[in-house]
């Protein structure tokens, strides 16, 4: 069950605070699940298996804190930030986050040891359940700044990070990684990154199943065009079964992921979560027994948090523009698009703007009936 006091309660709002900055993290933090005798750990294992990925521009705050109304229990990653604006930017901006959005993963973008530590050490005095390190995204912008994808290719390197990572703070690091860059097509390749890496300790792979293509290629066409290997990542499980290994790349219905558990420890689901999700529903559903929510229910849940968030001066669709695909698939989500792209983005647009999208979406529904 949610932490219902938590969800509700918006006066508390952790916006830009940082309560636990420089002091050591408190025990087991809950959000989400309410289970006070979980260990954090036992808990961070559970989540696990059903991860939602990072995604610049879109699992921002308020993105998070509405998948967490649909999946209690699953983790859930920031966009990735860089270490050096952990460290000299805007830290409220950047990190704040709200409670319920427990269990949360700060990815980091970045390569210099000291600076990584540093940020390991502000995010985990956030509050962040898990510190993860960008090992996968291969934009230009990354490229230069070395880091991203391109240090597939510098294992001792990243090994160098982690162990700084995790030398700053207690609170897990993984590192998020591709099966290879450019001319990388073994599995050896990933094999050696792996082992570099593992040895500092740090035992949490989370490995989008193909692999970048560092000149040539967009972001966007690095997502689509090298081939899905998940055997490669599978196998990576069988021969280091010590290690939890999270699969992520192109994982979209109830029955890929019940495959994939099947050879790995979690999947990780990033454009389909966005896009539809109420799967994340039904895959927490499917995988913790939590029972499926009501999209309208989910909806008057998050009306709260909306209009706390629109007291303090935020707008409408930075919220609204992450809901557009709730109802997706069922007659009406089109009417509720509709409403909410064309009136979420005007200065006054309140809660109104909502209920007439889901007005709209039953109309249309009865309409279709
Ligand atoms: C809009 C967008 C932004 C992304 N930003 C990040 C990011 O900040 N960090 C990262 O590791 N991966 C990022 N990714 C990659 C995803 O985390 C994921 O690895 C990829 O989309 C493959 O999973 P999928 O097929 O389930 O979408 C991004 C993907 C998308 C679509």
Not at 215 to 226: A, C, D, F, I, M
Request: hydrophobic share 40%; proline share 5%; glycine share 8%.
């Amino acid at each position: 069950m949610f932490a219902e006091s938590t969800l509700a309660d918006t006066a508390h709002l952790r916006c830009g605070s940082a309560p636990n900055e420089g002091r050591e993290r408190p025990s087991a933090r809950l959000g989400g699940m309410e289970n006070r005798n979980e260990p954090a750990a036992t808990r961070l294992e559970r989540a696990r298996r059903l991860s939602v990925a990072p995604m610049m521009d879109w699992t921002d705050r308020h993105c998070r804190y509405f998948h967490r109304l649909l999946a209690p229990t699953a983790l859930l990653y920031t966009e990735m930030v860089t270490a050096p604006a952990v460290v000299h930017g805007d830290r409220g901006r950047l990190l704040g986050f709200d409670a319920a959005e427990h269990p949360v993963a700060l990815q980091l973008g970045g390569s210099e040891p000291a600076e990584l530590a540093e940020a390991t050490r502000v995010g985990a005095g956030y509050g962040y359940d898990e510190i993860n390190l960008n090992v996968g995204c291969p934009s230009d912008r990354v490229q230069s700044g070395r880091f991203g994808a391109c240090l597939m290719r510098e294992p001792s390197l990243v090994a160098d990070c982690i162990a700084a990572m995790r030398e700053a703070s207690a609170v897990p690091v993984t590192v998020k990684c591709r099966i290879g860059v450019d001319e990388q097509d073994e599995y050896a390749a990933l094999a050696e990154f792996v082992d570099r890496v593992r040895a500092t300790g740090c035992d949490t792979f989370v490995v989008h199943a193909r692999k970048a293509w560092l000149q040539g290629l967009s972001p966007k066409e690095n997502r689509e065009v090298p081939p899905l290997n998940y055997e490669r990542v599978y196998r990576l499980k069988r021969e280091l079964p010590q290690l939890t290994v999270v699969i992520n790349g192109g994982i979209s219905s109830v029955a890929d992921v019940r495959e994939h558990l099947s050879h790995v420890d979690g999947v990780m689901l990033g454009r389909t979560a966005y896009h539809e999700p109420y799967r994340l529903a039904e895959l927490e559903a499917e995988l913790y027994g939590t029972p499926l929510p009501d999209r309208d229910d989910v909806m008057g849940r998050l009306r709260p948090y909306v209009e706390a968030h629109l007291a303090r001066g935020d707008r409408l669709q930075h919220i609204t523009r992450h809901v557009l695909g709730l109802y997706q698939g069922l007659p009406g989500a089109r009417a509720f698009r509709r409403v909410l792209s064309e009136e979420a983005h005007r200065a006054d647009a309140g809660w109104d703007v909502v209920e007439r999208a889901l007005a709209a979406r039953r109309g249309e529904w009865r309409h279709a009936a």
